[in-house]
């Protein structure tokens, strides 16, 4: 057996990680393949066919315009993946480099982490809604905005990890070897700050699928003309009492994107535990 | 004037403090010693003595955080035969040496290594790093390191991550991970402390056969006498900071002349049998366990030091003149003490 194979029956041996992995594939697989396939309009308007409740021809049933709710679903998929993911990465890069300079050098720490705590005082969907309404409402700056949002999270973890690896005698003896700083700080600090980094990176792609959600409700969220999961509910929030699987539907398909995300990386953390790894 | 004569490593009046709460405390201070080429120099003392800070003075390894100040001069002999103060190098040169000509090795083999790299990985980097070696060429440098160190299977070996090894395996990486360059000069932190006695022999041993074939200086810190005796050509003996005797090693364990040294060697097993074999003989308690020596008192605060003597609280020779000023390091040769009584030590 390859190492990776190892690795991954490790990995799979929790049915629920194994069903999240193969939930989220199929997620992403639809909403990468679906529009090559189809070019179905999400946008089409059928003002004949409006509020119609689920059936052969509209699975998820019709909105207040008509349009096919199913459809919109797989194509706001694109919209809430990449606005999740792409913030998740963000966050992450960005928050990894903070935190571990602010862990690593002492004279940055202040600085750094009074910043992280000035942000981290705002509730984070109010300092959402304050950056898209400075930035503008539109796709990247949503994105722009839960990057900062999310940013500190990132910056405390990594730094709360960085100062213990500091602290070790590998970076000691790095540095007896005669390597300079940024080597070991790429070398041997970042490649140990993996796993909590991974964590963070599954946890706050979850969040950012919800923020996005959340903000698109508010109003100040990506332009309503871009079906994203969150611009779904909040158009349907009039007729919703007339016709459930407006709002049902785009939420299902939060819900359990989210939960996934969240298992996955429950059990990407327990894979790279070196401590859980030993025990079993 | 050839560099030949010179010793490799020259050590002069070698003074380190820190930055506390508490003000600066000198922790370490007219430290001198010499290393000749392919010796072992064994640096004695109980914890807090300053052996630790001696080595990372040399090495230049202090934390930024505690604002460590170096004074004294370290004049090593380089490969190319240039003679120079390692402490006054500027910190781009410094590098150059350190784990390339200066390797040093580390207490705790269970922290030294990187969790999450391999050890084949680790030993590359450093003839990466030094001998600008390719990552196939320094791979293989690594397998032959491991084989070096008596790892068996070091083809598998070299690509384990260090969980997967036992503590006395990790120490022999270690070892090859100092060993990697060649260096002229190992300083070892007491390398075999944090393992088994049985393995502790294993290690020294590899040592004594690696310095053998190519003859490095060895700088050994340790706070185990019998590890001393057994391996090393001259011992420095450390107290509160300061060297109180430096002899050749046969010197100081047949007649240590420094109170504290005799006390040392008072504490051990052996000695104590020895001793209490001969009151046996006297007829006064036969068959009792021997009672091991203790020295009376701690050693003092490097925050309050006493006026003169440090060792002077607790010595049983003390006088007046003791406490007046610190006592120089005197002696002809290779043989130093820095005791006011020290004449009258070896004859007690």
Avoid at chain 1, 22 to 40: E, G, Y
Avoid at chain 1, 66 to 92: E, K
Avoid at chain 2, 142 to 167: F, K, N, T, W
Avoid at chain 2, 206 to 235: I, P
Wanted: hydrophobic share 50%; net charge positive; with cysteine.
């Amino acid at each position: 057996m390859k190492p990776w194979q190892a690795v991954l029956l490790r990995l799979f041996s929790r049915k629920v990680v194994l069903a999240s992995a193969v939930l989220l594939t199929l997620v992403v697989a639809i909403a990468t393949v679906f529009p090559w396939v189809s070019d179905a309009d999400p946008g089409a308007i059928s003002i004949s066919e409006r509020l119609q409740a689920p059936s052969a021809t509209h699975w998820a049933g019709t909105d207040e315009l008509g349009r096919d709710v199913m459809l919109r679903i797989v194509h706001g998929a694109r919209y809430s993946l990449l606005i999740g993911g792409l913030t998740a990465a963000g966050a992450v890069l960005l928050g990894t480099l903070m935190g571990m300079l602010a862990g690593f050098f002492r004279r940055l720490d202040a600085p750094l982490m009074r910043l992280v705590d000035a942000m981290m005082s705002f509730p984070d969907i109010l300092l959402g809604i304050a950056l898209v309404s400075i930035l503008g409402a539109s796709l990247w700056n949503v994105m722009l905005a839960l990057v900062i949002v999310y940013t500190p999270r990132v910056a405390r973890v990594v730094r709360a990890s960085t100062l213990v690896l500091r602290e070790l005698l590998f970076v000691d003896a790095a540095r007896a070897l005669g390597v300079r700083t940024h080597l070991i700080l790429w070398r041997h600090v970042l490649p140990n700050l993996v796993s909590p980094v991974l964590v963070q990176l599954t946890f706050i792609f979850a969040y950012a699928i919800l923020a996005e959600a959340g903000l698109s409700f508010l109003g100040v969220g990506v332009p309503p003309d871009i079906p994203t999961w969150g611009t779904m509910i909040a158009g349907s929030l009039e007729s919703s009492d007339k016709a459930f699987w407006t709002i049902l539907y785009p939420g299902l398909a939060i819900v359990f994107t989210a939960l996934s995300l969240q298992m996955l990386g429950d059990g990407v953390r327990d894979l790279l535990d070196p401590k859980l790894k030993k025990a079993s | 004037m050839s560099t030949d004569t010179f010793p490799r490593l020259e050590v002069r009046g070698l003074a380190t403090s820190f930055a506390t709460d508490g003000g600066r405390i000198q922790s370490v201070a007219d430290v001198s010693f010499a290393i000749r080429a392919g010796e072992t120099l064994a640096l004695v003392g109980e914890s807090g003595s300053g052996k630790s800070v001696t080595s990372l003075s040399l090495m230049g390894l202090h934390a930024k955080t505690s604002q460590a100040q170096v004074g004294g001069e370290a004049w090593f002999v380089r490969r190319d035969g240039v003679r120079v103060n390692l402490l006054a190098l500027p910190e781009a040169q410094r590098r150059a040496l350190r784990g390339n000509e200066i390797a040093m090795i580390f207490q705790e083999p269970m922290t030294s290594l990187n969790p999450v790299l391999t050890v084949g990985e680790q030993i590359a980097e450093s003839v990466r790093l030094h001998q600008g070696l390719d990552r196939t060429a320094a791979k293989a440098h690594a397998q032959r390191m491991l084989e070096l160190v008596e790892i068996p299977a070091a083809r598998q070996r070299v690509d384990e991550y260090p969980h997967q090894l036992s503590g006395g395996m990790r120490q022999r990486v270690m070892i090859a991970l100092a060993m990697a360059c060649q260096p002229t000069l190992l300083i070892a932190d007491e390398p075999t402390t944090a393992l088994d006695v049985t393995i502790q022999a294993q290690i020294l041993a590899l040592m004594g056969r690696l310095q053998k074939e190519t003859g490095m200086s060895l700088l050994f810190v340790t706070h185990n006498l019998g590890v001393v005796a057994q391996y090393a050509d001259s011992v420095a003996v450390m107290y509160a900071g300061r060297i109180v005797e430096s002899a050749p090693v046969h010197g100081l364990f047949a007649a240590p002349s420094h109170p504290y040294t005799r006390g040392l060697l008072a504490c051990l097993p052996g000695v104590a049998r020895q001793r209490s074999r001969q009151q046996g003989e006297s007829g006064t308690q036969g068959g009792r366990r021997p009672l091991l020596a203790a020295i009376p008192g701690q050693v003092a605060s490097p925050l309050a030091p006493p006026p003169g003597c440090a060792f002077a609280p607790r010595c049983a020779l003390r006088t007046d003149d003791c406490d007046a000023a610190m006592p120089p390091l005197s002696g002809e040769g290779a043989r130093r003490v820095r005791c006011l009584h020290a004449e009258e030590a070896v004859a007690a």
